[in-house]
């Protein structure tokens, strides 16, 4: 019996380390068929289990007939549109801005990639409001326009165009991530090597610098395709019928509002999945053929290359700077005009005399006179964001929520990686930590839009086994449905950038922990996770800046317990000045828009600023610190050493008077 029980522990079978690691098998199994698969096997079920309307009968085609003869197929005409002509101008949009400011020789480049860069730090039902603060009908521009053309139709920024204008400048902000790195990378010796066989600027550029962005100009491509197809935020703001709107609109209605709701959303969610599919099949394919380029033993870094003709550097020049406008003008302006007051704003005028807090603290009692001449009062109609209750609730909810699902999905996916790299007797990866791995990257096939519709339409029911039979839908528990919806949408992303960060650990490290007695828990809390944490608290910081001002997901998860910021911004658009309340919304808007900018300002800088940093470049910026402080506190050291130099000089002075006078005595 002893030698059983010695066999089965060196099996492993009684170890807290086999329990662990078989809870975690339970655990990611239940995470995968209860949250990622059932949910989404459902809503396609819905699609062939429809009831005809007439007869009540099943008919699994009646979705499909409805489709191609009724209205839905406008919301998917609608979206490709958008999705093919955003490909263009975001394309060029992106690809002039990076080659503005890293390639050319333009004046005052530095600026021009601060201007363009905003779009980081503010976007969603967040851009889409200030760019409605300038451009809708009784906006700034649309103001100055209207007085210098009176027959301008005011309702100009609205429908295809304004959701097009507004996602082109938002979108970019890819281009200034990867395709700005893309081109840093370009090694300079191959272009001076074509200017010394005689080849011109332009030839230089479209055949030597080009194709080496090419993969990086796909995969931005199929993101941007993506990104026009599942829009959300602009549509609904500017009043364009696009796929996900209708989703979430028949999400919400019922069969007595029309005919199977339901089964049409998952429709159409299923054809956004077939397309996100197909897209990153061939985004897949494309990454597998292999992209080389030849380049010089010694790699040298880029030089901007300087435009000759007079003409052409001052077009380059004018066009620049026209882009830095439209990109900065609604910073500015939301900036600005989030310090004014009511009447200043509705007015669209600037009151540089009134500058006030009223949008960000306080509270102020608004009159006026109703329709049949009555004079009335509202107390605190006008607040500001941090005293507005409503405002407070949705900044308190979206914090909790984001914090919570990022925080979540860093913690799983740092315990799957640890089980990925981990290796088998002869060395190779394991083939279960390929299915893993495999199985995270899951929902990146699938629209955000159908894993939320899938969530909403599932969970909203008392018969589900493996959630305790409890309606996540209902009430308090919608929260929870939301952070795990957060949690799951990010997962893909935190596998790609933390699972990298695990190639920077040596695995003589771990051997060497081995060697000293060390278990596998603590070579991980004590070697592994040291080595990546930052960037773990990197990709947390990510997550929690993108979920933070997110709409989408909680627009489809509409109710009152679970309420998000972004869903409190599009209100105040809705119900501005309605019934006396919410007088100065715009204002607020503008303020909120302000904390937002504020905080993924503060956060992008902890992660690409202080956090990209490495040990000796920390060490070396703390050392240039201490010496400033140092030099500044200088004058005080030594006036107040000189001070206690003459206290001490008195108390000498006293001490040797003091001995004189005894010595008298």
């Avoid at 096939?445 to 209902?474: E, G, H, K, M």
């Avoid at 040990?615 to 030594?638: C, H, I, N, S, T």
Wanted: proline letters at 3%; hydrophobic letters at 50%; aromatic letters at 12%.
């Amino acid at each position: 019996m002893t030698a059983m029980r010695a066999r089965g522990e060196k099996r492993g079978g009684l170890r807290p380390a086999f329990l662990l690691k078989l809870f975690g098998v339970g655990f990611f199994v239940y995470l995968f068929f209860g949250f990622m698969l059932l949910p989404t096997l459902n809503t396609l079920t819905q699609i062939f289990t429809a009831k005809n309307p007439t007869t009540g009968a099943t008919d699994p085609w009646a979705v499909i007939r409805f489709f191609l003869a009724g209205s839905m197929s406008k919301y998917l005409w609608n979206s490709v549109k958008l999705a093919v002509l955003l490909v263009v101008t975001v394309n060029v949009v992106g690809v002039s801005l990076v080659l503005l400011t890293e390639y050319f020789d333009i004046k005052g480049a530095n600026i021009l990639r601060m201007g363009y860069m905003t779009t980081l730090i503010y976007g969603g039902i967040a851009l889409g409001t200030g760019y409605l603060f300038l451009y809708d009908s009784n906006g700034i521009i649309t103001t100055l326009l209207i007085n210098a053309f009176p027959g301008m139709n005011p309702n100009w920024f609205s429908g295809f165009r304004a959701v097009l204008f507004t996602m082109t400048f938002a979108v970019t902000s890819n281009h200034m991530l990867f395709l700005r790195n893309a081109i840093r990378g370009i090694d300079y010796n191959t272009v001076e090597a074509a200017r010394n066989l005689g080849a011109g600027p332009l030839r230089v550029l479209w055949k030597v610098v080009f194709p080496t962005l090419l993969p990086t100009m796909f995969s931005l491509t199929v993101m941007t395709f993506i990104t026009g197809l599942c829009a959300m935020s602009a549509p609904v703001l500017l009043g364009y019928d696009s796929i996900n709107p209708e989703i979430v609109r028949l999400a919400g209605s019922s069969v007595a509002d029309e005919a199977f709701p339901q089964a049409r959303a998952a429709l159409l969610s299923v054809i956004l999945a077939l397309f996100t599919i197909g897209l990153l099949t061939i985004l897949s394919a494309y990454e597998k053929r292999g992209h080389y380029l030849s380049v010089s033993k010694t790699k040298a870094r880029l030089v901007k290359q300087k435009i000759n003709n007079p003409i052409a550097n001052a077009l380059a020049h004018i066009y620049a700077y026209v882009l830095f406008v439209v990109y900065m003008t609604p910073v500015v302006m939301i900036v600005i005009f989030s310090f004014q007051t009511h009447s200043a704003i509705q007015m669209k005028t600037l009151d540089f005399s009134n500058w006030t807090l009223i949008n960000y603290v306080g509270q102020q009692d608004f009159s006026y006179l109703t329709s049949r001449g009555v004079h009335r009062v509202r107390q605190g109609a006008i607040s500001g964001v941090f005293s507005n209750e409503a405002t407070l609730g949705g900044i308190r909810t979206s914090f909790i929520l984001s914090a919570l699902a990022a925080a979540a999905a860093c913690v799983i996916v740092v315990v799957a990686c640890n089980y990925i790299f981990k290796r088998n007797k002869k060395g190779k990866l394991r083939r279960s930590g390929a299915v893993l791995e495999y199985s995270l990257l899951f929902p990146w096939l699938l629209p955000t839009i159908l894993i939320c519709y899938s969530y909403r339409i599932y969970f909203n029911s008392n018969d589900i086994w493996y959630v305790a039979n409890q309606n996540l839908y209902y009430m308090e528990n919608v929260r929870l449905l939301i952070i795990i919806a957060y949690m799951v949408v990010k997962l893909p992303f935190s596998l790609r950038m933390i699972k990298a960060s695990f190639y920077a650990i040596d695995s003589e490290l771990e051997d060497a922990a081995r060697s000293l007695g060390a278990g596998g828990l603590t070579t991980f809390l004590r070697v592994k996770l040291p080595i990546i944490l930052p960037s773990v608290l990197a990709v947390f910081a990510l997550n929690f800046n993108a979920l933070f001002t997110e709409y989408d997901m909680s627009a489809t998860f509409a109710s009152s317990y679970g309420t998000s910021y972004a869903m409190v911004l599009q209100s105040m658009t809705r119900e501005e000045g309605l019934y006396g309340y919410n007088v100065n919304a715009t204002g607020r808007r503008n303020a909120s828009t302000v904390f937002i900018m504020l905080v993924s300002g503060l956060i992008l800088y902890l992660v690409y600023g202080i956090g990209s940093r490495d040990l000796a470049e920390r060490l070396q910026r703390r050392d240039k610190w201490r010496k400033r402080w140092d030099k500044m506190k200088g004058p005080f050291v030594r006036r107040k050493a000189s001070m206690v130099n003459e206290q001490q000089n008195l108390i000498d002075i006293k001490d040797v008077a003091a001995d004189f006078a005894g010595a008298m005595r």
